[in-house]
């Protein structure tokens, strides 16, 4: 009898063996991380017209890693050397998406009401003054009066102004080329102008040909680089918007998580010289945002295309309307910063 | 309390510790959360106040239709939370701030229409500067209660992160305290335990060390009533079970000793026995030898005696008188006595010398029983015996005729000699096919029971009173024993004193020389 006692469980075992299995099993459950649910719906198609160069980065890398497709998606990138280029085939309706500068979108919202903007892909300070120390150019100051480079009807146009006037300068103040960027570089190398206003990669190669006879200033504002769709394009496909946002938010987790893959797979898609890439790669944040600094920015960009009538409008739109913010909201809502 | 229980008890305060501790966590993690969710509130009222100061800057530098939009989105959220909210205490003064800044930017931009209007109607400075004046008072108020808003909302903030905060470090101090708490009840407990274990332990431990050296004296001294004072006091009993068991061991193995020792000289005696016994053997068998060379050197001269006596008892040798013949046969007589003696004590040294050597050969039973009836029935005819033979027809045997002859002679003539009156009967019968049973039966005097032992001894008489009537040599039976055991299987006889006897022996049909 005594012995049959020993070898039955008690109920004060059966209670601490219960508790221990809880403990046992219980850790790793709450452990267990909730994996995201995957799309299972319908595929749909999406033409992105994409710069083809670094600021572009968020689309090549959502594409090479697979996240398009993980959510029903699509797309087929068209290639463009520049963002102008890109809204330019959005506007012909050759591209559902386009990836272009906030100068871009500024510059086509007057004409083109339609345009939405669903987000950034990537903000940086890409626009810079490089001159020739050669010209006697050695403080922000000696630039008065010397013959600067600048391309016209462009961000860095708008963005020069804003840098002389933060100088207290002034678009007379110095001799103003109209040159394209590739122009502008063979220009400065030859000393023909002394000083040059344009933005990344342009600013690298005047670097490169210039060596230690360079010297630069950062112009001005942050400048953004947005994802523009169309109205009716939202209107129809709300959900497939949504899965891009997505789609372009996970990549921009993956360059935050694997920096340097995304670094060396950017560099072999757009064939960089390496020196190239590590100059550049940490001057640009790809993020998916919607900040209130941008809407300012697209108002301030107006009132200067208003200022310098590069427009017949004379008063400025009210940008918020041509935000879309739902497909961010739904994906990221912390990252939008508009106040509302 | 056994050991089970103190575990038990340990583990129970443990518990109830951990779910105090949990308890409290509980608690104090709700209040906690409530801290945050009113910091959480009021900062995002300071946030919201903050967004609509930074649209209302905006608003003041461009006057555009964006930020009147974004300023009246933002107001009405912040209303929204504000609605929500259930800390009313707490919220009076940005509750009272919040509508006057919905107010006061209503009027702000209605001022401001008016003076648009006012501008493009052309109307008098005077209006215009009233209204202008009208719009600095009302932007001062606005920016006045927008920055008191978010001062209060800020300090609120503060108050409940302190909350927070407070909360947080009373959680924190009474985890700390109650997990100090925890760790010295089970360490204490665990300690406790563990000497009560220990402890004991060590004292068995050093018993079955000292017990294991042989000291059996040794008791181990565990005086707890737990399991473990159990197993002590088993300990102690099987070491007392062990000593009693050791001592019938030693006392076993000295038993054993003794035994060994008896044996060796036991040992030793056997072989001194057979060492004896060859000796005694080889003297026997000298003995034999002289006894043999003697008997014949007596045998000579005694056949003289005899032969001689004889012719001058037949007168040959001139006449006899009657004293002359009385002693003459009583000198015959003791010679062919002596003659007979040393025949018999001849045949035995040649039988103990294993210097038989038989002579087999092809004999009828019948002739050899009728020479032996012959010889004695002079004898038995001077008693007035009956002599009655009963034989088997033609039987044959193959054996040592004169042997057979001599151990019958003997057992016939004994029994005619002890026998005074009645009969002795001569039986033969064939004992299954090999075999040939010979009885001699007598009515004479019979042996006692307490003399049997005697009757095949050597110079033995089973009676001293019969010896002088009865004349012989006391080797008679020894031989006709010896004689059987080399010719026949066996020898025995039966007897009731008074009454008579009857001697039995077996001899095989035919002698076989492997036997």
Redesign the interface.
Known sequence: MREHKSMALTN?QKM?IGIAIIIVIGIPVGGCQEQPEKYTGPVEKITVAAAEYLTGALIYVAEDQGFFEENGLDVTIKGYASGKACADALIAGEADISTSADFVFVSNSYDYTDLRVLGTVATAQVKELIARKDKNITTIDDLAGKKIGVTRKSGAKFLFGVFLTLNALSYEDVELVDLRPPEIVEAISNGDIDAGFTWDPYTYNIKKELGDNAISWFGGEDFYFVLLTKEDWIESNPAAAERFIKSVLEAEDYIKDNSEEAKEFVKNRFDYESDYIDYSWPQQEFVVTLE?AM??TF?DQARWRIKNKLTEATE?L???NYIYMDALEAVKPEAIG??? | MNIKNKLYVSAGVSIILVVILFSLVLVTSGRIAEENKKHELVDTVRWGVSELDIVTYDYLLHREKRMEQQWNSRYNSLGEILEKATEEEELISIRAGYAALGDLFSQVTANNEKIQKLTQEGASQEKIDTAIGLEERLVAQLLITSHSVITDASRLAEESLIEVTEAQRITANLTLILVIMLAITVTTSSLFVARSISKPLDELTKGTEIIGKGDLEHKVEVKSKDELGQLAAAFNNMTESLKQTTASRDELEEEVTVRKQVEEEVKKSVEQLKQANIQLQEMDSLKSVFLASMSHELRTPLNSIIGFTGVILMGMAGEVNEEQRKQLTVVKNSASHLLSLINDILDISKIEADKVVLSLEEFSLDSVVREVVESVSPMASGKGLELVTELPEGTTLFSDRRRIKQVLMNLVSNAVKFTDRGSVRITARVSGDENLEFRVIDTGVGIRKEDMYKLFQPFQQVDISLTKKYEGTGLGLYLTKKLVDILGRDISAKSEYGKGSEFTFIVPLRYEEEK
């Open positions: 004060a601490f209130q809407l300012i108002e400025i009210n940008y918020l508009i106040i509302r």
